[in-house]
């Protein structure tokens, strides 16, 4: 509950460009072919000793995408291995507690190009 009286700077409509709860997402986009793509980034970080073993090691990457659709599109994407993903960090777009509890990437992307996950 927003309070501050009568004379409160508190608009009762949203900013024009905003749609519901998702400032991320412009109002009205529309397009005559629906695209959207998904680039996995990967990162490698490993020692090796002189014998060619390896002494320690650590993959890192993130999801970037880029998004063309009309409307509010709900996306959902699965992983097949989804217990490697751990300590990620996600775009605000991404429904947080869905992905805690069903380990799905539950979202609506932003229009144009964003980073989903690190």
Sequence with gaps: ???GGTNAAISEVLPSG??????WRKAGCKYSQ?????DMVEEIDALIDV?????SSDVSGSIQAQAH???VPDILLTFSD??????CA??????YGKFELDKVVSFVPPDGAFTLMT
């Excluded at 014998?51 to 002494?55: A, E, L, N, P």
């Excluded at 989804?82 to 300590?87: A, E, F, L, M, R």
Aim: net charge negative; aromatic share 8%.
């Design 90 to 95: 996600f775009h605000p777009c991404v429904r």
């Design 82 to 87: 989804p217990d490697v993903i751990d300590d």
């Design 34 to 38: 629906n695209e959207i793509y998904f």
């Design 18 to 23: 905003t749609v519901s709860n998702m400032p």
């Design 69 to 71: 659709l009309s409307g």
């Design 51 to 55: 014998s060619g073993r390896v002494i």
């Design 1 to 3: 509950v927003v309070t």
